[in-house]
């Protein structure tokens, strides 16, 4: 079975940094798109954070810009987030993703990643 397992999350306060892992078991993730959504309590999901197969291009949600850094292993078939500064705002259940859209343009649609983490909790709390 197809699985994205998530590692990292936790409990931070504002300001300081968190460093998200996502790995894949029973498949190889270099011949997809790897990104990072997350879901606040009431709020839709939304993208964090999307890299491309080659690393080449990737896109951050306006509210990440600046504070969040996307990177992958290819070799170690794993996707990074690391998150500094962060705010109460970014609370929320972050997910791991792959599609094999490769276009920036479309990753803004959840319904174009085709697997999904189950998720970890990142909580921004003094």
């Known amino acids: 079975q197809v699985q994205l397992v998530e590692s990292g999350g936790g409990l931070v306060q504002p300001g300081g940094s968190l460093g998200l892992s996502c790995a894949a078991s029973?498949?190889?993730?270099?011949?997809?798109?790897l990104g990072w959504y997350r879901q606040a309590p009431g709020k839709e999901r939304e993208l964090v954070a999307v890299?491309?197969?080659?690393?080449?291009?990737?896109d951050y949600a306006e509210s990440v810009k600046g504070r969040f850094t996307i990177s992958r292993d290819n070799f170690k078939d794993t996707v990074y987030l690391q998150m500094d500064t962060l705010k109460p705002e970014d609370t929320a259940t972050y997910y791991c993703?792959?599609?094999?859209?490769?276009?920036?343009?479309?990753?803004?649609?959840?319904?174009?990643?085709?697997?999904w983490g189950q998720g970890t909790q990142v909580t921004v709390s003094s």
């Open positions: 993703t792959a599609t094999v859209a490769d276009l920036p343009y479309l990753w803004r649609d959840s319904r174009r990643f085709t697997y």
């Open positions: 029973r498949f190889t993730l270099e011949n997809y798109a």
């Open positions: 890299i491309s197969r080659s690393g080449a291009s990737i």
